[in-house]
């Protein structure tokens, strides 16, 4: 009878130390974590105007909410015009030729009479030199 209490007692710690953790080798892996708050950046979706957060250096940003992928540009590269209908400000890449509005949808051109200096020059960055190649 000792040895079936001793056979007992083994199996009942061998079931125990199964049941103290995870197997060994394993290990849990932490959720990824997104880069501190100085490599990130924000905008707002063009179309549903969601806040967006987005690594900074990315030229484009998905809208978790409309699915929109909206195209990133930095201050340079970006120009300011008020919509010829709802007086709405609204940014462009340089070079557009016009601009719908995100709230009215007029289409407003853009030309010499509309046009404002970039945001950088307005925010007092100026605009980098071009690159010589």
């Avoid at 008020?82 to 719908?100: D, E, I, N, Q, T």
């Avoid at 289409?107 to 925010?123: C, L, M």
């Amino acid at each position: 009878m000792a040895n079936k209490e001793g056979g007992e007692q083994h199996q009942q710690q061998q079931v125990e130390e199964e049941e103290e953790g995870p197997p060994p080798g394993w290990q849990s892996i932490p959720p990824p974590q997104p880069p501190p708050s100085s490599e990130m950046a924000q905008m707002v979706c063009g179309s549903c105007r969601q806040l967006l957060s987005y690594p900074r250096g990315a030229r484009q940003a998905k809208c978790s909410c409309c699915e929109t992928v909206n195209f990133v540009l930095e201050a340079h590269q970006v120009g300011l015009v008020k919509c010829g209908s709802c007086a709405l400000l609204l940014m462009y890449p340089f070079g557009a030729s016009s601009v719908r509005c995100s709230s009215c949808h007029l289409v407003t051109e853009i030309g010499a009479h509309n046009r404002r200096p970039p945001w950088s020059v307005q925010q007092g960055h100026p605009t980098p030199p071009k690159a010589v190649h």
